[in-house]
């Protein structure tokens, strides 16, 4: 972790300290670095005086919290019920392929984090790719490769 | 008071009383894993579930958690109805699919007749049954040291990071109150060891035998006002000194009555 | 931006509103909903601002761009919309942009090619209003998607916007709102149908204080968008929805909580909580009355169990989200232990409705028990996917068929799934069922929040039930054990039967089990898990049997009973060999290819990638 103390500051300043605002808190943190890191865990816990036990359980409750940092670019594959049916594995299994990591992991260069999403709301476009937040629906087998190499 | 009715028997209760504490005191015998007296209720474990109706429902009836469940006017209620008694063994039959090896929910599984799980064992199952009563002991204790970490199937108890917990002081609550007994620690004279951590065990100053952590100590002497000399003195060296207080002020009573 | 001091101030405001909208006779409306977005919509509408401010056109002003809420109609998207005539374009893309500004803006001439096709006549309709898909419909929450830029305030105030507000604080008293909610019947979208009026009338009659009232925009269901639609596109009719409440059931402090995965709507949102507090309609003394109430919006982190409204309350408390036992409900001991009422994204956007045209009139639309209407994403195997809304007690048939537009592909229909995790499926003898909150419950389906998702042939019954139950066994808090264990075993025993490993006694052991977990849960999450299970055995038990006694997947879904091969069709294009990766194709280029079963995962990608059906799934 770059160590920032200002950047922490800052979000924590954002949100005047409020216990309730833990989980901004921690949002905005993730945005940061990407992740949770240990020490920003800590800060966390005593800017806010909310007990580090708890702060540690709400970052491994949430599916918006990384304890390991993520990759440059975010690969986010919907698997909603709606994607699902149209053949979302398939493209899962092939982008898992092509960057040789699973969902969930990262790659070894920092480049690429494949992850599975229980629906983005874009179901009418199935099956749905984000990459950094970008859409991209109906994508193909035939297509995704295109995509890929775009990213 | 609240008049209600518990497996055909009318019992009286007070307002705001919860079902398992009245249907205990009246001496039906509900199981419970995550209840303690201690902390607030959990409703986690589901096996303190019963099945209540009453007059005017015209035959419907609802299961509840009777740890949860404050009484109420008119309430009939059934600690072993055949719903009941299957809930509470599939939810042991779970239970043991998960560990296996716990003698505790064996002998209580095995009283419902379960002896072994029907079920596919879970993967690394441990014998901790997530009934939380840990962790909220140990917030009720004012460290909240430990937590749940995760959610769900892989939901476990840990420390934060996982590493030693910087706000744990050694007191036990947790591995004392842990019905599964799962919290392991190590005493050897003048130290403790749990959750990784070791503290120092002050020594009483009379008789030499270990009391309590240095921290547990320090942390109880700041937040509870009491003097950090009390805990250089074991609880049993503080009872005779006591008794020889006691003692004496009889002693100077008969003196001045003579 | 002026600060409004009252209801008549209001009124005179409004009017300026409706004058400067009056001034753009033509307008285009770039579609930039959920589904137009992943279509890449946003480049559309950058393409026209990037020509429009370097080109005058006459009687055309750039301010007449307006980047709108969803139209619906996701299929056709992107989607671009030209005003006052109605014309819709389809299938948009950034090169047609200029043409559309020389020829249809700037030359009122309609582009042919970029029209909407009926499938079933052949012919192109120009007009929004006769396609059958909008035909069909009723729409009341979805009132102003797609008729007003996704956030600004004057619109939305020059279509009526804020009116019902006005009339709520100057002319009615909480307890006349509370008659008006109640008279409308509203029951809550989010899945329970429980009474609006019934939750506003308890929560205003407990002393205790402060009331909260939040906005549950939680929407987890997999399938589901209706309510992301809404808040991007338009989040003052929520926001008013909530004043109304606050004033109804004295509250100062909402709070609208916003799942993680729908960043813009919580930029949306924020943007128009900050136009209503400059107008005065948020903060202090709202229109000069003496009703005060902001909002606060929360970001939620990611967890399906949250939109139960205990957790969801924990959650925005900073918490985590596990939810607690219901038996005293949340109305009376809610967010931070107070009274509190909680409200689904949708019920709060008809509220505006109900004041303003009487809840009576509401009540009339819909069926006796489940008035007004109900927005769904109908979505799947069906032809014409988007959002639509319809009367309560509309039949299935005609929203899968007359709105829907039948199967794709001209494959048979098998199954719809409604209520999401929660719900279930219904098989094509449940297709004229009405949709309402109780027939869909009694049929073993639910309402839930109104995702639809439609199933083929080619969709394997167990294999949904197994999906839904992998979803909720990742989703599950953790705290109860029915849940936690019970839906994890339930699970790998439909792995088990997917995998051709399970007996039929396994089947009577999954419903005993389902039946517990029904009745031992603590919250919804876990007593409405086993339904996808339920409902597909219920309906579909001969495909679970198929899969135990003859190991036969009848979808051709399930992995373990099936094999690929390749068929005379096969014209040696080389496409699955290079789709393949695991190396399990052979064959040379316009000779016919084979499979090799060793090494084939049977993952689908020669399925997916042939254009001649020369792949064969036994």
């Known amino acids: ?151 | 008071m609240v008049e209600l009715t518990i497996n055909g028997r009318v019992v009286h209760a007070n307002e705001g009383e919860m079902l398992l504490a009245v249907c205990r005191r009246e001496g039906f015998r509900i199981p419970a894993l995550c209840h303690h007296e201690a902390i607030e209720p959990f409703g986690a474990c589901r096996l303190c579930m019963v099945e209540i109706t009453k007059k005017e429902w015209k035959g419907w009836s609802n299961y509840v958690t009777s740890c949860l469940y404050p009484v109420e006017k008119n309430l009939i209620v059934l600690t072993d109805s055949t719903k009941v008694i299957e809930l509470r063994k599939t939810v042991l039959d779970l239970q043991l699919a998960r560990c296996p090896n716990s003698p505790e929910i064996r002998q209580l599984a095995a009283e419902y007749g379960v002896n072994q799980t029907s079920y596919e064992p879970v993967v690394d199952g441990d014998n901790c049954i997530l009934c939380g009563i840990c962790t909220r002991i140990c917030e009720k204790m004012g460290f909240s040291a430990i937590s749940t970490v995760g959610r769900g199937h892989d939901k476990v108890v840990a420390p934060p990071l996982k590493e030693a917990p910087p706000d744990c002081v050694g007191c036990l609550a947790c591995s004392l109150n842990c019905p599964t007994h799962v919290i392991p620690y190590i005493d050897n004279g003048s130290t403790r060891i749990i959750w990784g951590r070791t503290f120092e065990l002050i020594k009483c100053s009379k008789c030499g035998k270990p009391t309590i952590t240095r921290d547990f100590a320090e942390s109880l002497s700041k937040t509870k006002s009491i003097p950090a000399e009390y805990f250089e003195v074991c609880d049993e060296c503080h009872r005779r000194e006591i008794s020889l207080t006691m003692g004496s002020i009889a002693n100077w009573e008969r003196e001045a009555a003579k | ?618």
């Open chain 3, 1 to 618: 931006m002026m600060h409004i001091e009252s209801p008549k101030q209001l009124a005179e405001y409004r009017k300026k509103c409706v004058a400067e909208e009056s001034k753009y006779t033509r307008k285009v409306l770039v579609c930039c909903g959920p589904g137009c977005l992943a279509n890449g919509s946003q480049k559309i509408s950058d393409e026209f601002k990037r020509i429009l401010s370097s080109k005058k056109i006459k009687g055309f002003s750039i301010e007449a761009l307006r980047d709108t809420g969803c139209h619906g109609y996701c299929e056709q998207g992107p989607l671009v919309i030209i005003e006052p005539d109605g014309t819709f374009y389809t299938h948009v893309k950034v090169k047609d942009v200029a043409e559309i500004i020389d020829e249809t803006i700037a030359g009122k001439k309609v582009i042919e090619r970029l029209l909407y096709c009926d499938p079933d006549t052949a012919k192109k309709i120009e007009k929004y209003s006769d396609i059958p898909f909008y035909s069909h419909q009723t729409r009341i929450a979805f009132r102003n998607l797609g008729r007003v830029s996704q956030c600004d305030i004057n619109q939305y105030i020059a279509i009526g916007g804020y009116q019902a507000l006005a009339k709520t604080l100057a002319d009615m008293t909480p307890e006349q709102v509370i008659k008006e909610v109640s008279a409308s019947g509203l029951r809550g979208r989010g899945g329970a149908g429980f009474h609006a009026g019934k939750k506003w009338a308890t929560c205003a009659g407990i002393q205790e204080k402060p009331h909260y009232v939040i906005c549950n925009g939680d929407e987890g269901d997999p399938g589901a968008f209706m309510d992301r639609a809404i808040m991007e596109g338009d989040p003052h009719s929520v926001i008013e929805g909530m004043i109304i409440c606050s004033y109804a059931v004295g509250s100062n402090q909402g709070y609208i909580y916003v799942r993680e995965e729908y960043p813009l709507a919580v930029v949306n949102l924020q943007k128009a909580i900050e136009q209503a507090r400059e107008l005065g309609l948020l903060g202090e003394n709202i229109l000069g009355s003496d009703h005060s109430f902001d909002i606060h919006v929360s970001r939620g982190g990611g967890a399906f169990v949250c939109g139960e409204s205990s957790a969801l309350m924990k959650s925005v408390a900073g918490e985590v989200g596990e939810p607690r036992a219901k038996y005293i409900r949340s109305v009376v001991k809610g967010l931070f232990d107070k009274p509190t009422v909680l409200n689904n994204v949708e019920s709060l956007a008809n509220i505006p409705v109900i004041i303003d045209k009487g809840g009576e009139w509401f009540s009339k639309i819909g069926t006796s028990t489940s008035t007004g209407t109900k927005a769904f994403s109908l979505v799947g195997k069906v032809n014409n996917s988007g959002l639509i809304e319809v009367p309560m007690g509309t039949t299935l048939r005609e929203i899968v068929y007359d709105i829907g537009g039948g199967i794709r592909d001209g494959r048979p229909f098998k199954a719809v799934q409604t209520g999401g995790p929660s719900g279930g499926c219904l098989p094509e003898s449940k297709l004229d069922l009405q949709v309402d909150f109780d027939t869909l419950t009694k049929a073993g389906s639910m309402m839930g929040s109104g995702g639809m998702i439609i199933m083929d042939d080619r969709t394997c019954m167990v294999d949904v039930a197994k999906y839904f139950l992998s979803f909720l066994v990742d989703e599950s808090c953790g705290k109860c054990v029915p849940c936690r264990e019970g839906l994890y075993q339930l699970h790998a025993m439909t792995v088990a039967v997917s995998e051709g490993r399970a007996t039929e006694a396994d089947i009577e052991k999954m419903e005993k089990l389902s039946d517990m977990i029904v009745i031992g849960s603590l919250c919804g999450l876990g007593k409405s898990g086993p339904n996808p299970f339920l409902s597909t055995v219920m309906y579909f038990r001969d495909e679970y049997l198929e899969h135990i006694r003859n190991k036969r997947c009848p979808a051709g879904v399930c992995r373990a009973l099936i094999q690929y091969t390749i068929n005379e069709k096969c014209n040696g294009c080389m496409a699955c060999i290079t789709a393949c990766a695991h190396h399990a194709i052979t064959g040379k280029k316009k000779e016919p290819h084979f499979i090799n079963q060793e090494l084939c995962d049977k993952c689908g990608a020669c399925y997916a990638v042939c254009q001649h059906d020369a792949i064969t799934i036994t």
């Open chain 1, 1 to 151: 972790m770059s160590h920032d103390r200002g950047k922490l500051e800052a979000i924590f300043d954002r949100y005047s300290r409020q216990p309730e605002s833990l989980i901004a808190v921690l949002q905005d943190i993730q945005k940061e670095y990407r992740y949770l890191p240990g020490p920003a865990l800590l800060e966390t816990a005593e800017a806010l005086k909310v007990p580090l036990s708890k702060v540690f359980s709400v970052s491994t409750f949430y599916n918006a919290f990384s304890l390991t940092p993520k990759g440059e670019t975010v690969v986010r594959i919907c698997v909603g019920t709606t994607c699902h049916i149209r053949g979302a594995k398939v493209i899962q299994q092939q982008i898992e392929n092509m960057l040789g990591i699973k969902a969930g992991e990262t790659t070894p260069d920092m480049k690429f984090t494949i992850e599975v999403v229980a629906c983005v709301g874009a179901c009418a476009m199935a099956p749905v790719v984000a990459v950094n937040d970008q859409f991209h629906g109906g994508v193909t087998v035939a297509g995704l490769k295109r995509l890929v190499k775009k990213v």
